[in-house]
Antibody
Framework: EVQLVESGGGLVQPGGSLRLSCATS????????MTWVRQAPGRGLEWVAN????????YYVDSVKGRFTISRDNAKKALYLQMNSLRAEDTALYYC????????????????WGQGTLVTVSS | SYELTQPPSVSVSPGQAARITCSGD??????GYWYQQKSGQAPVLIIY???KRPSGIPERFSGSSSGTMATLTISGAQVEDEADYYC???????????FGTGTKFTVL
């Protein structure tokens, strides 16, 4: 069974930093792209970033480029999101997601999700 | 930045068919995906690669794509289908992903 458990959220002041973590199990972490998605309170889903199996490719939504860094530790089967220069508009529930896999292989599309960790940016 | 546009809300009576659309310029060349999100829960993938259903997803959910429009169809809507629905795809580069604006689906 795929399990994704996010941690590291909390209350932070504008301009501050947080590091989110996602502990994974139940699938071959080292063979899969991983994704962060966020959802502001009462708002829609927003794709934040994803990272290739070996970390050689990373992509970000424009609004976080230069402030957020996605990374992974394949030995620990863990995904991270370093968030710097946080703004009020970064307040959201942050989900870690692993790919959907079918008979044709695994894609970059989120198929399994954690329950999220809440980040609140406020003074 | 790339955008996928959905109607804010769709409502039907139980047993009726419902269609939720998703418009995006790259959809003629990129697959569309659909997620269902019930209140307080994580999203669930219900359609992948335009029209395929993951195992465990009821047959009343189907997807299609034509030109710049992807469509989710719910045949015979049930009360338990009430949720927010989001389409998902990439821009023309294939590296920038985006969710649609979301549709609140109500079964009255």
């Amino acid at each position: 069974e795929v399990q994704l458990v996010e941690s590291g959220g909390g209350l932070v002041q504008p301009g501050g930093s947080l590091r989110l973590s996602c502990a994974t199990s139940g699938f071959t972490f080292t063979n899969n792209w991983m994704t962060w998605v966020r959802q502001a309170p009462g708002r829609g889903l927003e794709w934040v970033a994803n990272i290739k199996e070996d970390g050689s490719e990373r992509y970000y939504v424009d609004s976080v480029k230069g402030r957020f860094t996605i990374s992974r530790d394949n030995a620990k089967k863990a995904l991270y999101l370093q968030m710097n220069s946080l703004r009020a508009e970064d307040t959201a529930l942050y989900y870690c997601a692993s790919p959907y896999c079918s008979g044709g292989g695994c894609s970059r599309i989120p198929g399994y999700w954690g329950q999220g960790t809440l980040v609140t940016v406020s003074s | 930045s790339y955008e996928l546009t959905q109607p804010p809300s769709v409502s039907v009576s139980p047993g009726q068919a419902a269609r939720i659309t998703c418009s995006g310029d790259a959809l003629p060349k990129k697959y569309g995906y659909w997620y269902q999100q019930k209140s307080g829960q994580a999203p669930v993938l219900i359609i992948y690669e335009d029209n395929k259903r993951p195992s465990g997803i009821p047959e009343r959910f189907s997807g299609s794509s034509s030109g710049t429009m992807a469509t989710l169809t719910i045949s015979g809507a049930q009360v338990e289908d009430e949720a927010d629905y989001y389409c998902y795809s990439t821009d023309s580069s294939g590296n920038q992903f985006v969710f649609g604006t979301g549709t609140k689906f109500t079964v009255l």
